[in-house]
């Protein structure tokens, strides 16, 4: 008989999350800020959403902390959710 040299099994992490969390359709982005003619909009990809907030993939993410407005859309368009 050989000797497994594997670790044990970690024992599965604490639940942190306040709230349950959803997986979006496919393709739903949110675009940050209000809406300007001068500047362009920071979009980012939509991975999951909660009451408590969203986990997106931004290429410029603000501040941690900070509040910013946003809408939820598909992101080839349509009717958006702020």
């Not at 393709?27 to 003619?37: I, N």
Request: net charge negative.
């Amino acid at each position: 008989m050989i000797a497994s040299t594997l670790p044990p099994p970690a024992a599965p992490a604490a639940e942190r999350r306040v709230a349950h969390r959803f997986q979006p359709a496919f393709g739903t982005v949110c675009r940050l800020g209000p809406p300007s003619t001068t500047d362009p909009a920071v979009v980012g990809l939509v991975w999951d959403i909660s009451e408590t907030g969203v986990s997106m993939l931004l290429g410029q993410p603000p501040k941690a902390g900070s509040e910013v407005a946003g809408e939820l859309t598909a992101g080839t368009g349509g009717q958006g959710c702020p």
